[in-house]
C-alpha cells in the first residue's frame, strides 16, 4: 500500500508528520486529510478554517493540499458563492503565507553566506 504523509500548515507555523500513513490510493488520502480536517476544527471551525493540510507521496512530493474550509460542514448552509470565495481566499492566504516563508528562508541562506564570505575575505587578507 502507498504511503501518504500529512503535514498541518497553520499561518507560519508547521507540523510535519513524521510517520506517515498506509492508504490505499489518492482518494483514500483525501477521505482521511478530512476526517483529521473536521476532527481539528470540531468546535472552533473559524479559527482553524484558514489551515490546511498538505498531503505528499511516500517521496514526499506534494500531491495536494485541502483548505479546512473545504471540510469545513458548518459553512455548508452559506450560498455557493460564499462557498468559493471562502476557499479561494483560504488557498491564496495559504500560497501568500508559504511564498512569506521561502523568502525569509532565503534571505537567511544569503545573510549566512554573506557572513561566510566575509569571513573568507577578513582571514584572506589578515
Same mark, same amino acid.
Given at each position: 500500500?502507498?504511503?501518504?504523509?500529512?503535514?498541518?500548515?497553520?499561518?507560519?507555523?508547521?507540523?510535519?508528520?513524521?510517520?506517515?500513513?498506509?492508504?490505499?490510493?489518492?482518494?483514500?488520502?483525501?477521505?482521511?486529510?478530512?476526517?483529521?480536517?473536521?476532527?481539528?476544527? /470540531?468546535s472552533r471551525e473559524l479559527k482553524t478554517r484558514f489551515w490546511r493540510i498538505e498531503? #505528499?507521496?511516500?517521496?514526499?512530493?506534494?500531491?495536494?493540499?485541502?483548505c479546512f474550509c473545504e471540510a469545513d460542514k458548518t459553512i455548508g448552509r452559506l450560498?455557493?458563492?460564499?462557498?468559493?470565495? =471562502?476557499?479561494?481566499? #483560504?488557498?491564496?492566504?495559504? #500560497?501568500?503565507?508559504?511564498?512569506?516563508?521561502? =523568502? /525569509? #528562508?532565503?534571505?537567511?541562506?544569503?545573510? /549566512?553566506?554573506?557572513k561566510d564570505a566575509d569571513r573568507l575575505l577578513a582571514a584572506l587578507s589578515g
Amino acid at each position: 500500500m502507498p504511503l501518504y504523509y500529512f503535514t498541518l500548515k497553520h499561518g507560519r507555523h508547521v507540523v510535519t508528520d513524521e510517520e506517515g500513513e498506509e492508504l490505499a490510493d489518492v482518494n483514500a488520502a483525501k477521505t482521511h486529510a478530512e476526517c483529521v480536517a473536521r476532527e481539528l476544527m /470540531q468546535s472552533r471551525e473559524l479559527k482553524t478554517r484558514f489551515w490546511r493540510i498538505e498531503v #505528499s507521496d511516500d517521496y514526499l512530493e506534494p500531491l495536494f493540499t485541502l483548505c479546512f474550509c473545504e471540510a469545513d460542514k458548518t459553512i455548508g448552509r452559506l450560498p455557493l458563492e460564499w462557498r468559493e470565495a =471562502i476557499t479561494t481566499v #483560504s488557498r491564496k492566504a495559504g #500560497s501568500l503565507v508559504d511564498a512569506a516563508t521561502t =523568502i /525569509q #528562508s532565503t534571505l537567511a541562506e544569503v545573510r /549566512q553566506t554573506l557572513k561566510d564570505a566575509d569571513r573568507l575575505l577578513a582571514a584572506l587578507s589578515g
